[in-house]
T-cell receptor, first 112, second 116 residues
Framework: SQQGEEDPQALSIQEGENATMNCSYK?????LQWYRQNSGRGLVHLIL?????REKHSGRLRVTLDTSKKSSSLLITASRAADTASYFC????????????FGQGTRLTINP | DAGVIQSPRHEVTEMGQEVTLRCKPI?????LFWYRQTMMRGLELLIY????????DSGMPEDRFSAKMPNASFSTLKIQPSEPRDSAVYFC??????????????FGNGTRLTVT
């Protein structure tokens, strides 16, 4: 079953603009992770935010977590053509800490 | 480190044939996961191992699917007999549990399976 649901399903923006993707989940979590998948490749881990954290930064990435709303957002600032990929959120529940459940992903296209 | 290595990258087989997918995790990682990705169902966890022992196989679709991890550096996912609905990209991933919080997963590049 899907725990996380990303929104929007697809996003197309111009290079240099910011991209925001959202993720909603259903049950209490231990942590939430974001991954990127380029076409024909495996998923690559971007950032992990723990349930007691509210915001985290990594380079051009900013992730927020609102456990009261069971939602997270991923912001990519100053987008580049190389950011074109699918982005997935994944959640780990407290009960199944090593068992990550992925959402359906957001397909991001950066237009030059 | 070379990362998680999967083979083959592509597999085309006829319905009813046995298919074996292979995975070499990152050295030192003690968790190994098998996922399946399709357009319709997204990324589904099939089974995962800890220290070579299967922990949760509740995602394995049916008895035609089996997975083994004979040692820390090798795992197989076998489908026997294969069916067209098994067509998907199968990913192997590994991780190292450094603390009470999850460590990130490291994915291989997947095996694209086509069953005709």
């Amino acid at each position: 079953s899907q725990q996380g649901e990303e929104d929007p399903q697809a996003l197309s923006i111009q290079e240099g603009e910011n991209a925001t993707m959202n993720c909603s989940y259903k049950t209490s979590i231990n942590n939430l992770q974001w991954y990127r998948q380029n076409s024909g490749r495996g998923l690559v881990h971007l950032i992990l935010i723990r349930s007691n954290e509210r915001e985290k930064h990594s380079g051009r990435l900013r992730v927020t977590l609102d456990t009261s709303k069971k939602s997270s957002s991923l912001l990519i600032t100053a987008s580049r053509a190389a950011d074109t990929a699918s982005y997935f959120c994944a959640t780990a529940t407290i009960q199944g800490a090593q068992k990550l459940v992925f959402g359906q992903g957001t397909r991001l296209t950066i237009n030059p | 480190d070379a990362g998680v290595i999967q083979s083959p990258r592509h597999e085309v087989t006829e319905m009813g044939q046995e298919v074996t997918l292979r995975c070499k995790p990152i050295s030192g990682h003690d968790y190994l996961f098998w996922y399946r990705q399709t357009m319709m169902r997204g990324l589904e966890l099939l089974i995962y191992f800890n220290n070579n022992v299967p922990i949760d196989d509740s995602g394995m679709p049916e008895d035609r699917f089996s997975a083994k991890m004979p040692n820390a550096s090798f795992s197989t996912l076998k489908i026997q007999p294969s069916e067209p609905r098994d067509s998907a990209v199968y990913f192997c991933a590994s991780s190292f549990k450094a603390s009470s919080y999850n460590s990130p997963l490291h994915f291989g590049n997947g095996t694209r399976l086509t069953v005709t």
